[in-house]
């Protein structure tokens, strides 16, 4: 490892490249958290989430008519998440209101989760998901690549969206959509 790598990387090893790629997330009450990461003063983390590259937690959300000084929410992140690389996840307008993702979820790169979202266990948003604000994505749920959820809708327990659908209606349980607009393929 040439000399420059290793004033970057803040080590003292002959170890390679790999000490400086893994010198880039920082250990924070049980969660790695990659130092590129943003992640604001109302978010409350469980224990063993990793939060990826260039990640911003707990910004605002944007509401016509609603100044960005005039949020007061909170973001809550459960146990066991992999949030990976460029995801977004907005804080609520209301103070007491929560934005809330569960536990052993897997958020893919260029994600977005609105304002007071709900997220619950065991979930998949694949690459590029869009959740609306207010929307519930219940235990289970698992949202294919480039998929939209219009605000407040509910894609149901153990439900699948396929790849680039668009939801406007809420999904049921079990059911499996796709599409623009996605419509129930079985449930």
């Given at each position: 490892?040439?000399?420059?790598?290793?004033?970057?990387?803040?080590?003292?090893?002959?170890?390679?490249?790999?000490?400086?790629?893994?010198?880039?997330?920082?250990?924070?009450?049980?969660?790695?958290?990659?130092?590129?990461?943003?992640?604001?003063?109302?978010?409350?983390?469980?224990?063993?989430?990793?939060?990826?590259?260039?990640?911003?937690?707990?910004?605002?959300?944007?509401?016509?008519?609603?100044?960005?000084?005039?949020?007061?929410?909170?973001?809550?992140?459960?146990?066991?998440?992999?949030?990976?690389?460029?995801?977004?996840?907005?804080?609520?307008?209301?103070?007491?209101?929560?934005?809330?993702?569960?536990?052993?979820?897997?958020?893919?790169?260029?994600?977005?989760?609105?304002?007071?979202?709900?997220?619950?266990?065991?979930?998949e948003l694949c690459t590029g998901t869009i959740i609306g604000g207010y929307a519930s994505i219940l235990d289970g749920a698992i949202i294919k690549l480039g998929s939209t959820i219009?605000?407040?809708?509910?894609?149901?327990?153990?439900?699948?969206?396929?790849?680039?659908?668009?939801?406007?209606?809420?999904?049921?349980?079990?059911?499996?959509?796709?599409?623009?607009?996605?419509?129930?393929?079985?449930?």
């Amino acid at each position: 490892m040439n000399e420059e790598l290793k004033r970057m990387a803040l080590v003292d090893n002959d170890e390679g490249l790999a000490s400086f790629y893994n010198s880039d997330f920082i250990n924070v009450d049980g969660n790695d958290i990659h130092k590129t990461a943003i992640v604001y003063p109302n978010v409350k983390l469980g224990k063993g989430n990793v939060i990826g590259a260039y990640c911003v937690i707990g910004s605002n959300g944007e509401i016509r008519g609603v100044k960005q000084s005039d949020f007061k929410g909170s973001v809550i992140i459960g146990d066991n998440n992999v949030i990976s690389e460029l995801v977004t996840i907005q804080r609520p307008k209301d103070l007491g209101s929560i934005t809330s993702i569960g536990d052993n979820n897997i958020i893919m790169a260029h994600s977005h989760i609105g304002h007071d979202a709900k997220i619950g266990n065991d979930c998949e948003l694949c690459t590029g998901t869009i959740i609306g604000g207010y929307a519930s994505i219940l235990d289970g749920a698992i949202i294919k690549l480039g998929s939209t959820i219009r605000n407040r809708k509910t894609v149901g327990v153990d439900s699948l969206v396929g790849m680039g659908s668009v939801v406007v209606s809420d999904v049921l349980d079990g059911a499996i959509v796709y599409g623009n607009p996605a419509k129930s393929r079985t449930s």
